[in-house]
């Protein structure tokens, strides 16, 4: 079956300028998370959301990210006023149920923020 | 100290040769273990979840220690196309998201 989709695949941005990134999941995967890995270093967490239940934020770095989930589907995030550091790969992922399950990654939006 | 901790390598080894990974996790609430492989510019792939009673799949055996808190990832007769960075992720009770280590690499030369 399909797996989880990202898209755009590569993106380059402008220092202050805002992006969205979007996540298709897997079909019928209640749960979805974003992560985002930079060059040489683990992944690191960035939001939870699980059916309807109020999104897990706690890993969100500023107020400057934010993330929706519409219709328990797709979702998007979204950086405003990019900064150099925010460049990164950021990794889409899926899974039956929450917590402690296996979890399946889309392919990631590259973003470059110059 | 970090929730997840692997030896970065890298691991060069020749093919057929068996090789073995350590991970360890520093919160004794950790609950769920997976191994993951990633390849170059590529997204992490499920390789296996780890079982309390260890697992098998093909080449790749997976052991937990609980007591000594951490997995192991043992790979036999190791194959050029097992060349990769093999990542180790780890739940614990209360978080949602899965804790990443900064992952093994591995080549296997001919």
């Known amino acids: 079956g399909a797996g989880v989709s990202q898209s755009p695949s590569n993106k380059v941005t402008e220092k202050g300028k805002d992006v969205e990134l979007r996540c298709d999941p897997i079909s019928g995967h209640t749960a979805l998370y974003w992560y985002r890995q930079s060059l040489g270093q683990g992944l690191e967490f960035l939001i939870y959301f699980q059916g309807n239940s109020a999104p897990d934020k706690s890993g969100l770095p500023s107020d400057r990210f934010s993330a929706e989930r519409t219709g328990g589907s797709v979702s998007t995030l979204t950086i405003q006023r990019t900064q150099q550091e925010d460049s990164a790969v950021y990794l889409c992922?899926?899974?039956?149920?929450?917590?402690?399950?296996?979890?399946?990654f889309g392919p990631g939006t590259r973003l470059t923020v110059t | 100290r970090k929730e997840v901790e692997q030896d970065p390598g890298p691991f060069n080894v020749p093919e057929g040769a068996t090789v073995a990974f350590n991970c360890t996790y520093s919160?004794?609430?950790?609950?769920?273990f997976f191994w993951y492989r990633q390849d170059c510019r590529k997204e992490p792939k499920l390789l296996m979840s780890v079982y309390s009673s260890g697992n098998e799949d093909g080449r790749f055996t997976a052991q937990l220690n609980r007591a000594s808190q951490y997995i192991s990832l043992l790979i036999r007769d190791s194959k050029l196309s097992d060349s990769a960075t093999y990542l180790c992720a780890v739940n614990r009770k209360g978080a949602n998201n899965l804790f990443f280590g900064t992952g093994t690499r591995l080549t296997v030369i001919p």
């Open positions: 992922a899926s899974s039956l149920g929450g917590q402690g399950r296996e979890q399946y």
């Open positions: 919160n004794s609430a950790s609950q769920s």
